[in-house]
């Protein structure tokens, strides 16, 4: 992989991971495209997907202080409630991790027609949840954390957004757009950090032939600077995306490139 690859590959990774068009359904399409594979290469998935968690952290930090700082106090508060909320969350992923990762290995393989249509399930879920005008309610209740974990949990599949599906489900759910990016991105923090730390074991285990590929230490920084910036960008973007309700126009990108990949696939 050169230097130029990781450059793309990782300002993609960035950029996607947090603005609701799916960043392995990206990824499999500019991997088709430029025949570059980034998922092949376990070294450098691993570098720009804990490169996003970083960003994240980034424009979050007070969020997050105050969780930890309210958990520290060791008595049932807000921070608690959050914290137990996205605790909530992870389960359906976490279900999905452990019980059907070889099938969703087998999707990922299965080329760009499955990529087309999970986004334009995408382009449909974004576009209703713009339209819907449910109820609203004030806090996010652990039915609705556990509900918006099923979303992330289906958003394995390459195509369907993960920021997309479980911010849309929230919208869904009559949650309020203040707090649902902010909450779509912190309950990721600890499933990818998790995939991250078992990826490195299968490094440390397999040694050369887990890495999938030859790449120097100068590309994989590359790559991780790229998505860390683009990631902290995107994160602060789509949080002021959602406050304004614009997501109907990546509704509309979903859905033409989609279209594309299923027309052109």
């Known amino acids: 992989m050169s230097w130029i690859e990781a450059l793309i590959l990782g300002l993609v990774q960035g950029?996607?991971?947090?603005l609701p068009i799916s960043s392995s359904g990206h990824l499999a399409i500019g991997s088709a495209l430029f025949g570059v594979?980034?998922?092949?290469?376990l070294a450098f998935t691993v570098a720009?997907?804990?490169a996003t968690v970083l960003s994240t952290i980034v424009i979050l930090w007070r969020e997050i202080v105050w969780i930890f700082q309210d958990l520290f106090?060791?008595?049932w508060n807000e921070g608690t409630r959050y914290a137990v909320n996205i605790l909530i969350s992870m389960i359906p992923v976490a279900i999905v991790g452990f019980f059907f990762k070889d099938q969703?290995?087998?999707i990922f393989g299965s080329?760009?027609?499955v990529v087309g249509c999970c986004l334009l399930v995408t382009a449909a879920l974004l576009?209703?949840?713009f339209f819907a005008k449910p109820r609203q309610r004030e806090k996010i209740s652990p039915l609705h954390a556990f509900v918006i974990g099923i979303a992330q949990a289906v958003a394995v599949l390459p195509g369907i957004s993960r920021s997309g599906s479980t911010i849309a489900t929230g919208l869904l759910l009559g949650n309020k757009k203040e707090t649902l990016a902010q909450f779509s991105f912190l309950m990721v923090i600890p499933p990818i950090l998790g995939e991250a730390l078992l990826d490195v074991k299968d490094i440390v285990v397999d040694g050369a032939d887990a890495l999938g590929g030859n790449i120097s230490l100068g590309v994989l920084a590359v790559g991780f600077v790229a998505a860390f910036l683009a990631g902290c960008a995107a994160c602060k973007w789509m949080i002021n995306i959602v406050r304004r309700g614009k997501l109907i126009w990546f509704a509309a990108y979903c859905a033409v490139v989609g279209l594309a990949v299923l027309i052109f696939s």
């Open 15 to 18: 950029l996607t991971e947090y």
């Open 104 to 106: 969703v290995e087998a």
């Open 37 to 41: 594979n980034g998922e092949d290469n």
């Open 73 to 75: 106090k060791g008595k």
């Open 127 to 129: 576009a209703f949840s």
């Open 111 to 113: 080329g760009l027609t």
């Open 48 to 50: 720009v997907h804990v």
